[in-house]
């Protein structure tokens, strides 16, 4: 039997996710709601769906078994706590919010309603991600370094601190999630957020261009993590995993492990959407949760995290995590 979908917010992410579950098995698009309307009807007909005039009505409908929030971060009402009530079992995009007291709402709703829970967290998904994993348990990591560098997104909302969380909450959370997963939890950041060119966009943006923060893990790990939006010739995303007796980095998509007995490198052959979303289709047809490698409460640890840092940044202290 399909798995009945539903979309809230239908932007370049939605649509991206749509496009990738009609290659996987036992899923029927169903029903979209957009606060553009327009845009919601003309994506409700490119994929035979039920365009509705709100996010309620779409949860009511009883067409809907899964749902998918695609909405920016600034958006976010609480609507994954309103699906998980219903029975409906909810992948978030990241990031989950903006505000962590509604988001930890959010997850013990989540929590208490059984539902399967995903998150936007794709890059888990590679399998040069899972052979770093198995690489990595049990290494003592020294240091980390990591980097996302690239030209600034369009939409206004990005610009401005208070919508978008900054480059580190909306885009550099994938490479921070990471560390997450595959060396362990952070303990505290400092971080140093600066305005070297966005102004000259707008300016009224309050969204810095230019940021990096410095942490300790509760391994004892120290690293640092560098973003810019306004590499516009440059788009690169890298990880680094440093110990006294390997090397290992995630670059893109491409993985290198180096110590005394090896140096390789490895290209990854998954396609990382597909497998996110095949998982949480699979895992509410089985209840196999263990599918979900990145679930609504990993996603609230990352923002935690990020969130942090903008706080660090605005006081000029460390923060404790």
């Excluded at 059984?114 to 936007?120: A, N, R, Y």
Aim: with cysteine; glycine share 8%.
């Amino acid at each position: 039997m399909a798995v009945r979908v539903g979309f809230i917010g239908v932007g370049g992410m939605a649509e991206h996710h749509m496009k990738t579950l009609q290659k996987v098995e036992h899923v029927q698009i169903t029903s979209v709601y957009d606060i553009n309307q327009a845009r919601a009807a003309e994506v409700a007909k490119q994929f035979g769906a039920v365009s509705y005039a709100g996010a309620e009505e779409l949860l009511q409908s009883g067409q809907v078994d899964a749902l998918f929030v695609c909405t920016p971060p600034f958006a976010r009402t609480g609507i994954e706590a309103e699906a998980a009530r219903l029975g409906i079992h909810v992948l978030s995009e990241k990031p989950v919010g903006l505000d962590m007291e509604q988001v930890r709402e959010t997850e013990r709703a989540l929590a208490d309603s059984g539902v399967i829970h995903s998150s936007g967290y794709c890059l888990r998904y590679m399998d040069i991600v899972a052979k770093a994993k198995a690489y990595l348990a049990d290494k003592d990591i020294a240091m980390v370094m990591a980097y996302r560098f690239g030209g600034m997104p369009a939409p206004r909302w990005w610009r401005m601190l208070e919508q978008s969380g900054g480059q580190l909450v909306e885009q550099s959370t994938h490479q921070l999630d990471l560390i997450r997963y595959l060396a362990g939890e952070f303990q505290e950041v400092q971080a140093i957020h600066a305005q070297r060119h966005v102004l000259e966009i707008d300016p009224e943006a309050t969204a810095y261009d230019v940021g990096t923060v410095s942490f300790v893990l509760k391994s004892g790990a120290v690293g640092n993590i560098t973003s810019t939006s306004l590499a516009k010739y440059v788009g690169r995303g890298a990880v680094e995993f440093y110990g006294h007796n390997f090397f290992l980095s995630i670059e893109g998509t491409t993985l290198r492990i180096k110590d005394d007995h090896q140096d390789t490198t490895e290209k990854s052959a998954t396609e990382y959407y597909l497998e996110q979303d095949k998982a949480f289709i699979e895992a509410i047809r089985t209840g196999r949760r263990e599918l979900v490698l990145g679930d609504y409460s990993e996603a609230a640890a990352t923002l935690e995290v990020t969130l942090a840092a903008n706080e660090s940044a605005a006081a000029g202290t460390r923060v404790q995590i």
